[in-house]
């Protein structure tokens, strides 16, 4: 048995991961989900998610769903996101897409020089540069 006090101030990442801490072994297990008096509506809507879902993809689409997905490039981890032409929520599909064609063009081997691509990388580096320091951390 795993009592979670206060859970509806944890994320439900944290959550999940802590309910998956018990019933590892033949035993029934339970894990319970206390919550404090003044919990308001979004802890609530967390827990139902928990209640509702075993699947740690989908709680974790939920909580994108309910917190936001943050900055790409950055240290905010939920709320709005930076991107401007893009809804990480809507659009999974075309930026896969998008980041694998970048890819791609990062590969060639006149990528550095060829004059078409210098502006791009000018604007990347002037709107994201100061970020950058972060892209490899993780």
């Known amino acids: 048995v795993m009592v979670v006090e206060n859970a509806d101030r944890f994320g439900l990442s944290q959550l999940h991961q802590l309910r998956g801490r018990v019933g590892r072994g033949t035993d029934d297990s339970f ?3 206390m919550v ?3 919990c308001g ?3 609530r809507e967390r827990l139902r998610i928990m209640e509702r879902s ?3 993809f989908s709680v974790a689409e939920a909580d994108l ?3 936001g997905p943050g900055e790409l490039l950055g240290l905010r981890q939920h709320g709005v ?3 401007r032409l893009a809804d990480l929520r809507r659009d999974g599909a075309l930026l896969e897409t998008a980041r694998e064609e970048a890819f791609q063009l990062a590969q060639q081997p ?3 020089s060829h004059p078409s691509l210098k502006m791009v990388r ?3 580096w002037r709107r994201w540069g100061h970020l950058l320091q972060w892209a490899d951390v993780g």
């Open 36 to 38: 404090s008096e003044s």
């Open 65 to 67: 769903r309910l917190r």
């Open 81 to 83: 996101s930076n991107l």
């Open 54 to 56: 075993a699947d740690g």
């Open 122 to 124: 000018e604007t990347v």
């Open 31 to 33: 894990c319970l989900l």
């Open 110 to 112: 006149d990528f550095d």
């Open 41 to 43: 509506e979004l802890g």
